[in-house]
């Protein structure tokens, strides 16, 4: 059995070996890590790439940007416009298939002077029990996963993250946008901007880990059931910014925020 510091050498190693590598970076836990990981292995050779997309919350896009300048990481930003696919924004259960495959592809071009260059995600070892249609993608486009190689988990690279004083070492769980719309609902920008709407309202609001499911008129939100008390505190001033938004019904969700929903 390895330690996470033990993990780590052996990522820093694999690294190397790619000699120059793309890293998918999202501003999350893990592809914060890797991109980390691979500007130490790697130097000028490590490109992190960030997709500016409109299932990104603008506010995460600029988090993610402001830590990559801090931390001297050779990074550029890059449109995949997945939501120019009708495949995408039908959302029929393979949406994120779509959306990886879209990112990929965006990066083998902007990548296409430099050949030799490998494609690099942040799939770690909790994820293979999970179902993930865009690890698909990531095979298809032959991108690797070293976190998953060298067999890291969340809470080790949450330790990890902490002991290199990343901001994301604590940092909530994320998914796209995309996510909050039930499999079948198609999906519109005017829709991912209004959910990004309510969404920053509960981040303004101190909340920590939250999601604003979409349905139509109603918005349903989860959160930890230890914030539940919170809301309540703050009902109206929710109800009247978050119906501000367009939503007319806004409801909580008591079963609490829960992970790899489909809403």
Not at 10 to 16: G, S
Not at 111 to 137: C, M, S
């Amino acid at each position: 059995m390895h330690t996470p510091n033990e993990k780590e050498q052996a990522l820093l190693r694999l690294l190397k070996e790619y000699g120059a590598l793309a890293v998918a970076y999202s501003g999350g836990v893990d592809s914060t890590y890797l991109a980390d990981c691979a500007k130490e292995a790697l130097g000028e050779h490590a490109i992190v790439l960030i997709a500016d997309s409109p299932s990104l919350p603008r506010s995460e896009l600029k988090e993610a940007i402001a830590l990559a300048q801090n931390r001297g990481w050779n990074l550029e930003i890059i449109h995949p416009n997945e939501h120019e696919n009708p495949a995408y924004l039908a959302n029929q259960g393979d949406r994120c298939f779509h959306c990886k495959d879209a990112l990929f592809n965006h990066m083998k071009h902007f990548l296409e002077a430099h050949p030799t260059t490998r494609l690099a995600y942040g799939a770690i070892e909790d994820d293979r029990t999970d179902h993930r249609p865009g690890t698909q993608a990531a095979n298809n486009h032959h991108a690797v996963a070293p976190l998953q190689e060298v067999k890291l988990y969340k809470s080790e690279i949450r330790q990890l993250s902490l002991e290199r004083g990343l901001p994301t070492a604590e940092k909530a769980s994320f998914a796209c946008l995309g996510s909050r719309f039930p499999t079948g609902t198609p999906i519109d920008l005017q829709k991912l901007s209004q959910v990004e709407a309510a969404e920053e309202i509960l981040r303004q609001q101190g909340y920590h880990q939250y999601r604003v499911r979409h349905h139509d008129e109603l918005c349903r939100i989860e959160i930890n059931p230890s914030d539940f008390e919170k809301l309540l505190n703050e009902r109206d001033l929710l109800l009247n910014k978050i119906k501000a938004t367009g939503y007319r019904y806004i409801t909580l969700d008591i079963s609490g925020y829960t992970t790899g929903s489909t809403a």
